[in-house]
């Protein structure tokens, strides 16, 4: 994917906090709409059905919600909160909490 297309899907037109499809199917057309309206696909229903294709093998979405497939280990940390502001010099003192 180049640089410039990149950029273009990153555009916040295509961030949707909450979409209106209540399954994965649903969720993926939303997104494929906008990408279309917004002049990113000629063709919405063939890149939709590619994309349907390719959750068979390889699902990223599921009811449940995003699967992250790619790009991490399985050891990662994540922040569950982060209390207030720390003032210059106060450091963080993370406690570790297992999955749930």
Same mark, same amino acid.
């Given at each position: 994917?180049?640089?410039?297309l990149?950029?273009?899907?990153?555009?916040? =037109?295509?961030?949707?906090?909450?979409?209106? +499809?209540? %399954?994965?199917? $649903?969720? @993926?057309?939303?997104?494929?709409?906008?990408?279309?309206?917004?002049?990113?696909?000629?063709?919405?229903?063939?890149?939709?059905?590619?994309?349907?294709?390719?959750?068979k =093998?390889?699902p990223?979405?599921?009811?449940? +919600?995003? %699967?992250?497939? $790619?790009? @991490?280990?399985?050891?990662?940390?994540?922040?569950?909160?982060?209390?207030?502001?720390?003032n210059?010099?106060?450091?963080?003192?993370?406690?570790?909490?297992?999955?749930?």
């Amino acid at each position: 994917m180049s640089s410039s297309l990149l950029d273009g899907l990153l555009d916040p =037109k295509y961030f949707v906090p909450e979409l209106k +499809g209540t %399954t994965a199917s $649903e969720a @993926i057309w939303e997104i494929v709409q906008l990408m279309h309206e917004g002049g990113e696909l000629r063709q919405a229903k063939p890149f939709f059905e590619a994309l349907m294709e390719r959750e068979k =093998k390889s699902p990223t979405v599921d009811d449940n +919600g995003v %699967t992250i497939a $790619e790009g @991490i280990s399985g050891n990662e940390s994540v922040v569950l909160s982060a209390g207030p502001f720390l003032n210059p010099g106060q450091k963080v003192s993370p406690k570790r909490q297992a999955a749930h």
